[in-house]
């Protein structure tokens, strides 16, 4: 495959340090914000950001049904923080209205290490990555519980913090931040696999 096409969807959120870590990962990158530019991408990334307002807007602008299709369809995800809980199947402590595009079976818990000021980066082991990542993490959240066909990718302190089921990648923490590149890399293999 040549370099594969991998959106950021680009309702709120960091977008843009994805698209430079995707571009490093040798992707092509560029941001989704309407339905119809769903159409072609290999895969698709969900920045971190605000997941009540993400999925607020994604209803809004009319995307939130058809990803959800797409997810179905297997197109290949990878969401950090905001973006791991419009991944989860549940969440544990939804603000009203907030729904999630689903894809991976587990439950996730809002904000779980605590307030914007209680933000940490810490060293993080990934299952497939060679040495620890550095994990920006920033209200973010862990997940609580996985079903049986996800495969817990990092923990950290006790919580699962990375997990994967089939084309679904998702991190609490934020590579994108840190100009390390390598959970990009490992995304970028998981479109290449399923492409
Ligand atoms: N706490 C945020 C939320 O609920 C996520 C924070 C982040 O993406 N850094 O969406």
């Not at 990878?78 to 894809?103: F, H, N, W």
């Not at 973010?140 to 302190?157: H, K, L, M, Q, R």
């Not at 390390?180 to 490992?186: I, P």
Request: hydrophobic share 45%; aromatic share 4%.
């Amino acid at each position: 495959m040549t370099a594969p096409l991998i959106g950021v969807l680009a309702l709120q959120g960091d977008v843009r340090e994805h698209l430079i870590a995707l571009a490093a990962a040798d992707a092509t990158a560029r941001p989704v914000r309407r339905p119809e530019e769903l159409a072609g991408l290999d895969g698709l990334v969900i920045p971190g950001g605000e997941s009540t307002t993400m999925s607020k807007l994604a209803t809004l602008f009319g995307v939130m049904e058809p990803l959800r299709e797409r997810v179905r369809a297997g197109l290949p995800v990878y969401g950090t923080c905001a973006g791991l809980i419009m991944l989860a199947d549940k969440i544990l402590d939804p603000r009203s209205g907030q729904e999630t595009v689903g894809g991976i079976d587990m439950i996730v818990r809002r904000n779980a290490f605590g307030r914007q000021n209680e933000s940490f980066e810490a060293a993080v082991d990934v299952a497939g990555i060679e040495g620890p990542v550095d994990g920006v993490f920033i209200r973010a959240p862990w997940v609580e519980s996985v079903g049986a066909d996800v495969e817990i990718v990092a923990e950290y302190g006790g919580h699962i913090v990375a997990v994967r089921q089939g084309n679904a990648l998702a991190t609490s923490f934020h590579p994108e931040l840190t100009g390390d590149h390598r959970v990009h890399g490992l995304f970028v293999a998981m479109v290449r696999a399923a492409g």
